[in-house]
């Protein structure tokens, strides 16, 4: 895997023009790819709730991004975009043959003791203590949106931490 490598040659015909991009330009979001957050249904759009307990795939969640215009062509500008994400974590599937939460898990957060980190994949269980997030359902009852499924954020943000473990990571990271 180098930095050089088009998206094309880990992930065949995942997005149009996939051998024009490469794994530095969805890194540094200058790939010109659109981001799939404004695809998702919001409330109070009745989907939203429904889809509240599904499960998103990566690929789908790419193809949902690609209805809209890119922003740029590769390389040109700066436009953050989830969907860099979500493909660089199908990469990481692709390069090692294992998904990327496992990869995370054993090149991450073991070796750096992250004890309070999860990648929570389907599970809209959070183990610790944490904030809430509600939103107003349909019968004008609160939801509480915090428990959901997180796979619609995938690699570009299923991720769970504390803010000790966010400060151990990147004490190592820098």
């Known amino acids: 895997l180098g930095l050089g490598d088009p998206v094309e040659r880990w992930l065949p015909g995942a997005v149009p023009d996939g051998g ?3 794994v530095r330009e969805l890194l540094n979001q200058t790939s010109g790819l659109p981001d799939v957050v404004p695809t998702l249904p ?3 759009d009745p989907e939203f709730y429904s889809s509240r307990w599904r499960t998103w795939t990566a690929s789908e969640q790419v193809q949902r991004a690609l209805t809209q215009p890119t922003t740029n062509q590769p390389g ?3 436009h953050y975009s989830s969907t860099n994400y979500l493909l660089l974590g199908e990469v990481v599937g692709a390069v090692t043959g294992r998904p990327y939460a496992a990869e995370i898990e054993d090149r991450i957060v073991r070796p750096l003791h992250l004890r309070q980190t999860s990648l929570p994949g389907t599970s809209p269980r959070i183990a610790a203590p944490h904030p ?4 107003p359902g349909p019968d004008g009852r609160l939801v509480d949106w915090t ?3 997180p796979s ?3 690699a ?3 991720l769970i931490s504390s803010a000790t473990d966010l400060d151990r990571f990147f004490r190592a990271l820098l």
């Open 156 to 158: 570009a943000g299923e």
């Open 132 to 135: 809430h997030g509600y939103v």
């Open 147 to 149: 428990r959901m499924n």
């Open 76 to 78: 040109e500008e700066f």
């Open 42 to 44: 919001k409330p109070p």
């Open 152 to 154: 619609v954020f995938g």
């Open 20 to 22: 024009d991009i490469t």
